[in-house]
């Protein structure tokens, strides 16, 4: 009950001192005058809720147990999450978050008027944590996007979407920060915001007070988790920047510059003859790397790219992921007490290594898979691994694997590159796949089984690969 008590004394205590402010106001009229009046005008959220809300929906994806990962497994998935999407456009294009879907087995849309439709994916980016969905139908509400590159702290924002499954949940706050860099996210500049968010509300609308999408919610700080006072949302225009390649081109792609960066302290500033600490200070130049060519070093700092300030190291992993790759940019860089300027040519992050590497095209597992580049393994922290570039129907995509997964292990082999696995998958059926798989294959009756081992986002998890029966005989025989 103590909580309870206070609120009253504080509320007896509100009592007491307006009084006495009236009598002091009326006793003293210049005090009035003195004090400056605030006029506080609160944006009508009612209002866009109504006028946007519509274009909102509600995604909920469902999942087959692994062991019911079969041909037919797809209707006996079972509800396992829910998120939020924004459409975007009046023909079925919904924005969400890559983490929403992420080895979803069927989607399904639900719209503000109680309709439900599936959905598939166009395509993802776990780099930036932004998918897109298509539902078939016409002349859906749309959302209204806004320009976040216009947002400043302190404005009011409003999300919408369906925590812990409550759908169409509206909550209020303002923006606390710009240009937040996350562990593990440092290519998204995210916004910061005191608007309660919690599971459920991930892939949904930040709206700013004039009703246009801002932001799509993603994460949230909290060591409970749930909601406590640090939300983050993905800026719309690099949500948008990244949907208009997946639509154009299937994929999208980020810059890549080869190098490390620290955060420079007061101290560290003085010793490189820096009043303030600001830029990025460079830790590591990778061989051959976009950096490497142009000429930066160890121990020089970035100050600018282009005409826009490097403040902190934050500040360098957005810009350059936002880099067309091939394109030039202008880098200012404080070296040996000298500021000079410094050309480079923006690298491809996730490009093969080997300029013109083929990608292959592996039928009997129904993969277009390609090797990482070294800048890739370096952000993932891995040493191997293949790229999912494209799935069609077939065993791996009856596993549940996606477009953007990486393959580290197939059996009891440590997968190092496209070409490896296209010469693994040839030999499956021929004696080799019962070493693969240990004999996983044997006496099941339907054809072999082994375990992969699949890296999406932040998660690795083994999946079983099953080669029907009828391919594995044919492979034999021949």
Not at 50 to 71: E, L, M, T
Not at 132 to 149: F, H, I, Q, R, Y
Not at 182 to 206: A, C, E, K, R
Not at 260 to 275: R, T, V
Request: with cysteine.
């Amino acid at each position: 009950m103590q909580p309870l008590r206070f609120a009253c004394a504080l509320f007896s205590f509100a009592l007491l001192c307006g009084a006495g402010a009236r009598a002091e106001t009326a006793a003293t009229p210049r005090a009035e005058a003195a004090m400056p009046a605030l006029s506080v005008a609160l944006p009508d959220f009612a209002a866009l809720v109504r006028s946007q809300g519509a274009a909102v929906v509600n995604i909920h994806v469902f999942r087959a147990r692994p062991a019911d990962k079969a041909p037919a497994a797809a209707s006996a998935a079972r509800e396992s999450g829910v998120g939020s999407g924004i459409v975007v456009a009046a023909n079925g294009i919904i924005l969400t978050n890559s983490h929403v879907v992420q080895g979803a087995d069927k989607l399904r849309v639900r719209f503000v008027d109680k309709r439900e439709l599936p959905a598939r994916v166009l395509g993802v980016d776990p780099l930036t944590d932004v998918a897109v969905l298509k539902v078939e139908a016409d002349n859906l509400p749309t959302a209204t996007l806004g320009d976040s590159s216009k947002l400043v702290v302190g404005q009011w924002v409003l999300a919408i979407g369906a925590p812990l499954g409550l759908e169409r949940t509206a909550t209020q706050g303002i923006i606390s920060a710009l240009g937040r860099s996350l562990p593990n996210d440092s290519y998204v500049p995210f916004i910061q915001t005191d608007v309660p968010i919690n599971p459920g509300n991930s892939g949904g609308p930040l709206f700013d007070a004039r009703g246009r999408v801002v932001g799509i919610n993603s994460q949230i700080v909290s060591h409970t988790g749930g909601y406590m006072g640090l939300s983050f949302a993905i800026p719309i225009n690099t949500a948008v920047a990244v949907a208009h390649q997946i639509l154009e081109h299937g994929r999208a792609t980020h810059g890549w510059l080869g190098v490390s960066a620290q955060e420079l302290s007061q101290d560290l500033a003085h010793a490189f003859g820096l009043e303030l600490p600001r830029g990025a200070l460079l830790t590591e130049i990778r061989r051959g790397g976009p950096g490497d060519k142009a000429g930066l070093r160890e121990g020089d700092i970035v100050l600018a790219l282009d005409d826009e300030a490097i403040v902190d190291s934050a500040d360098l992993p957005p810009l350059i992921g936002a880099s067309k790759p091939g394109g030039e940019r202008l880098l200012t860089v404080l070296r040996e007490g000298k500021v000079g300027r410094i050309k480079v040519v923006i690298g491809e992050l996730g490009s093969a290594d080997r300029p013109g590497s083929p990608r292959r095209q592996i039928a009997r597992l129904g993969i277009l898979v390609s090797d990482l580049n070294d800048a890739s393994k370096q952000v993932l922290g891995i040493h191997g691994g293949v790229l999912v570039e494209e799935i069609a129907p077939g065993p791996a995509a009856e596993a549940g694997i996606q477009a953007g997964d990486i393959l580290l292990k197939l059996g009891r082999h440590t997968l190092e590159n496209a070409a490896q696995l296209h010469d693994l998958a040839a030999g499956l059926g021929n004696g080799l796949g019962n070493g693969l798989g240990n004999g996983l294959g044997n006496g099941l009756g339907n054809g072999l089984t082994l375990p992969i081992l699949v890296k999406r986002q932040d998660n690795l998890s083994f999946v079983p690969l099953i080669l029907p029966a009828s391919d594995a005989t044919a492979n034999k025989a021949k």
